[in-house]
């Protein structure tokens, strides 16, 4: 499993600004990206997936954010 943990990454900066809030992208068996806030895992995807944009991943951070956090 591929972990991407520095900010410049091409996964986690798809992610923006919500890196800087405790979201990680991390690649699994070559076929999932998973999406972690604060290490729980929000969302697990097919890489291959048509959905699977820089601006659908954003989306899900601030809908956790708001859903979760109630920020």
């Not at 499993?1 to 990680?24: R, V």
């Not at 991390?26 to 959905?51: C, M, P, W």
């Amino acid at each position: 499993m591929a972990q991407y943990t520095d900010y410049k990454s091409i996964l986690n900066a798809a992610l923006d600004k919500y890196t800087l809030q405790g979201f990680e992208l991390k690649e699994e068996a070559d076929d999932f990206i998973v999406l972690y806030h604060e290490g729980e895992e929000i969302l697990r995807t097919n890489q291959n997936s048509h959905k699977l944009t820089p601006a659908f991943l954003q989306c899900e951070c601030e809908a956790h954010i708001t859903m979760c956090h109630g920020v």
